[in-house]
Antibody, heavy 119, light 107 residues
Framework: EVQLVESGGGLIQPGGSLRLSCAASGFTVSSNYMSWVRQAPGKGLEWVSVIYSGGNTFYADSVKGRFTISRDNSKNTLYLQMNSLRAEDTAVYYC?????????????WGQGTLVTVSS | EIVLTQSPDFQSVTPKEKVTITCRASQSIGSGLHWYQQKPDQSPKLLIKYASQSFSGVPSRFSGSGSGTDFTLTINSLEAEDAATYYCHQSTSLPFTFGGGTKVEIK
């Protein structure tokens, strides 16, 4: 059974940094396509970043140069390092699993972790 | 960037009615279009992948169709538990994008 458990969210001041974690079980993170998707309060879904099984990474323009997606194979965990945070980064961040064939549909979602950027 | 435009933004429907939600892409995306359901305070859930493939465990009243730029999610015989916001999502072209969502309310 695929399970995704995010952690690391919280209140952070503008300009600060935060690292989100997504502990996975039921599959091997390094063999699959994984993403981060966020949702600002009361708003729709926004794709943030993806890491391919081969290690390639891609980002939304809104976070490029500030956010880094990575994984730790020994811990079977996905990460999102967020630097230079802005008020508009305030959102629930979801860890997303797309399987091993390609970065297609998000078959499973984590429960989300809330990041609030405010002074 | 491919823009996905959903319509309508909101729909109020009585139980057992048929619901149709459309998603239009700003350029052709083949069949790389997926549909999700999100209920209040819950994570999204996959309903339909690659335009028309039902995801495991999804009730048969949910179906998808379309290709290229025009896609449709249909809910046959709406049930009270289907009250939610529905999103389309394209994975054909980076950056991947989502539609703005369609909120379905039960009358």
């Amino acid at each position: 059974e695929v399970q995704l458990v995010e952690s690391g969210g919280g209140l952070i001041q503008p300009g600060g940094s935060l690292r989100l974690s997504c502990a996975a079980s039921g599959f091997t993170v390094s063999s699959n396509y994984m993403s981060w998707v966020r949702q600002a309060p009361g708003k729709g879904l926004e794709w943030v970043s993806v890491i391919y099984s081969g290690g390639n990474t891609f980002y939304a323009d809104s976070v490029k140069g500030r956010f880094t997606i990575s994984r730790d194979n020994s811990k079977n965990t996905l990460y999102l390092q967020m630097n230079s945070l802005r008020a508009e980064d305030t959102a629930v961040y979801y860890c997303a699993y797309s399987g091993s064939i390609g970065p297609g549909s998000v078959d499973y979602w984590g429960q989300g972790t809330l990041v609030t950027v405010s002074s | 960037e491919i823009v996905l435009t959903q319509s309508p933004d909101f729909q109020s429907v009585t139980p057992k009615e048929k619901v149709t939600i459309t998603c239009r892409a700003s350029q052709s995306i083949g069949s790389g279009l997926h549909w999700y359901q999100q209920k209040p305070d819950q994570s999204p859930k996959l309903l339909i992948k690659y335009a028309s493939q039902s995801f495991s465990g999804v009730p048969s009243r949910f179906s998808g169709s379309g290709s290229g730029t025009d896609f449709t999610l249909t809910i046959n015989s709406l049930e009270a538990e289907d009250a939610a916001t529905y999103y389309c999502h394209q994975s054909t072209s980076l950056p991947f994008t989502f539609g703005g969502g369609t909120k379905v309310e039960i009358k």
